[in-house]
């Protein structure tokens, strides 16, 4: 074994992180967002362990691994649909071809939707048989949190691409970052009124902490929570429409510019 040959990988890795701020960035960034979640659950399974211990906890940690599953699931797909034709070099045939922007983004949309209902369907029977998880009870309670998430997941899909097409597969993380940056706040797995002050005033921007605090009173009461869903629905409005036009906004600059041929060349 050559320890000289072996320092000189060392030594290209080691060069190559501190020439990468994304890689520095990854150092720090899941560490940091794992410590976050796990320690609000850890703080939240606590206070039901002292105080709440008629609240089926089990339920509510399923409930939102389901439904947020679902919600990353439908932006991954946008966003990754997008970077596997910049990856395969087709992004440019793709926006030559008379595709309008608005049919490019409503395939992509429904190969989410598709996509999103088959891994719904089948982690929902596999948490039947593995913890007796009936998620079909509540019914159509769900259907107005369903269809939020999927709206949330489709501008935030929206939103990434147009960053990738404007700075290139230097972003590309953010296609896996961002969602995860946003669980904590989004209270997947534990009510909002865990979090500190100001974090919840953040929180109540996203329309997914409306729609997991929808979804415990649905698991919890099974009556449909009227304010969350609203809450979510003009949260979500506002941020389709900006995403729509903010993705437009970055494809107009990026044929201006030549960053699709760019892109491409990647």
């Given amino acids: 074994m050559n320890w000289i040959r072996i320092s000189g990988i ?17 150092l720090f960034y899941w560490v940091t967002l794992e410590l976050f979640l796990w320690g609000f659950i850890t703080i939240w399974l606590q206070g039901v362990a002292d105080h709440d211990r008629h609240i089926n906890f089990v339920l509510f940690l399923l409930g939102g691994l389901i439904f947020w599953d679902l919600f990353s699931r439908t932006q991954q797909t946008v966003a990754t649909s997008f970077l596997e034709d910049v990856w395969s070099r087709n992004v440019v045939n793709i926006f030559a071809a008379p595709v309008s922007k608005g049919e490019f983004l409503t395939g992509l949309v429904i190969v989410s939707v598709i996509r999103g209902l088959i891994a719904l369907g089948f982690v929902a029977i ?129 044929k201006r510019n030549g960053f699709l041929v760019r892109l491409s060349a990647e």
């Fill in 10 to 26: 060392v030594l290209r890795q080691m060069l190559l992180i501190r020439r990468s701020i994304h890689r520095i960035f990854e």
């Fill in 126 to 254: 596999l948490a039947f048989f593995l913890y007796h998880f009936r998620i079909w009870q509540v019914g159509f309670y769900f259907l107005p949190l369903v269809a939020n998430l999927f709206v949330f997941g489709w501008a935030l899909g929206f939103v990434i691409m147009g960053i990738i097409i404007r700075f290139g597969l230097s972003v590309e993380i953010l296609a896996w970052s961002i969602p995860i940056l946003i669980q904590p706040l989004s209270a997947v797995f534990y009510p909002v009124s865990i979090l500190p002050d100001f974090l919840q005033r953040l929180a109540f921007l996203l329309p997914t902490t409306h729609m997991f605090e929808g979804m415990r009173q649905v698991l919890l009461r099974h009556t449909l929570p009227w304010e969350n869903i609203l809450w979510a629905s003009l949260l979500n409005g506002v941020y389709f429409v900006f995403s729509v036009v903010f993705f437009g906004a970055m494809l107009r600059t990026a």
